[in-house]
Nanobody, 124 residues
Framework: QVQLVESGGGLVQAGGSLRLSCAAS????????MGWFRQAPGKEREFVAG????????YYADSVKGRVTISRDTAKNTVSLQMNSLNPEDTAVYYC?????????????????WGQGTQVTVSS
């Protein structure tokens, strides 16, 4: 079993930045791909970014490319999401997810463990 706990959400003005973190614990945390997803009210959960176990491969949704950077620290079992130039359309609950394969997928169904989520609200 893997437990994921997100932190770093909050309220920010348009144009601002936030850094989300996800701490993993539980079973041996190795060879997992990690992803960040978000879900706005009334919308489906959507892929934001993903990273391979080594951190050498990263993937981004077109909607956030150039504004968001995903990174991981395998020694600390953490994954971070640096978000810049935020706009109100980025408002959502952001979830961290782990996949029991070292292959990133943009489908939420491909992930085996999920955190509880952290709220990000961007005001205009």
């Amino acid at each position: 079993q893997v437990q994921l706990v997100e932190s770093g959400g909050g309220l920010v003005q348009a144009g601002g930045s936030l850094r989300l973190s996800c701490a993993a614990s539980g079973r041996t945390f190795s060879n997992y791909a990690m992803g960040w997803f978000r879900q706005a009210p009334g919308k489906e959960r959507e892929f934001v970014a993903g990273v391979s176990w080594s951190g050498g491969s990263t993937y981004y949704a077109d909607s956030v490319k150039g504004r968001v950077t995903i990174s991981r620290d395998t020694a600390k079992n953490t994954v971070s999401l640096q978000m810049n130039s935020l706009n109100p359309e980025d408002t959502a609950v952001y979830y961290c997810a782990a996949r029991l394969r070292d292959v990133v997928t943009s489908s939420p169904y491909g992930y085996d463990y999920w955190g509880q989520g952290t709220q990000v609200t961007v005001s205009s």
